[in-house]
């Protein structure tokens, strides 16, 4: 079955949660009954929440801030979530109906240049988990950084992932060198050929929604995305203003883009284990069939 999917590409206002919820639940309104509908990182809140974060911080048993009209329809945003021992995480939730049905914490914090998300934030214990939006589309949901680590985005599609999501809130770097770069920011250009690539090695739909807007003299760069799984960029957002993305994605691409190729299907996990396994105990200074002395061993 097709899937409508919408990317709302907001300039959320920095610490408006009630302004920012009332937009969102605006914007779903008018979406096609039955979509998996995204916003970017951080999108209840505004992206440099520093010592604010724990303040705008939802607890795990919240309830979504955002309903759709439509029971069918699911919602992904990024908020900050606050769990039960106090940590906090820089998260995303998928939900439907009034409940959530997906989380996911961001594994991968920046501490380079402006970014700072380490001495806020927790780093999740674990890799993306597929959710289901319609039964025919295992989703995957990664948080910007992320992407940029390629065992995160192989790890979903070994989980059966057809699509996977980049909630991001990525700064614009570099004015336009070429004319091939347009008006946009140079950094928009690594960032289209990684979604490509990640689709296309993985035979997968890859929606990238950024946002757009200023904080604290930090411009964003925009330039959302939605990429086929023959890696066609299907669909592109504007690089400055908000904009809004509507592909409806069919489970066909997925197959031809599968066939005859079968490159996850052909993943050797174990050779990945061991040769992660002796990487790991080379790093540790073992010899390769050396044991660690038990605590207390002679």
Known sequence: MRLPLVLHQTAPRLGAVEWNREEMAR????DPAGSLVVFPE???????LGAGARELAMAEDALPPVSAPDPDTTIVLGYPELAPDHRLYNAAGAARAGAWIARHRKRYLPTYGMFDEGRIFAPGARGP????????????ILICEELWHPALAYLA?????RLVLVLAAAPGRGQPQSQEDGPRFRSHRPWRLLARTVALTHGLYLGLVNRVGAEEGVVFAGGSIVVGPDGEVLAEADHRAEDRLEVELEPERVRQARHPYSHVRDEDLALVRRELGDILTQESGLRPGDEQDEPGGA
Do not use: K
């Open 129 to 140: 988990r597929i959710f289901l939006p319609h039964p025919d589309w295992p989703t995957a």
């Open 157 to 161: 599609a070994l989980r059966g992932a």
């Open 27 to 30: 914007r779903v309104a008018g």
């Open 42 to 48: 951080l999108s209840l809140t505004g992206y440099d």
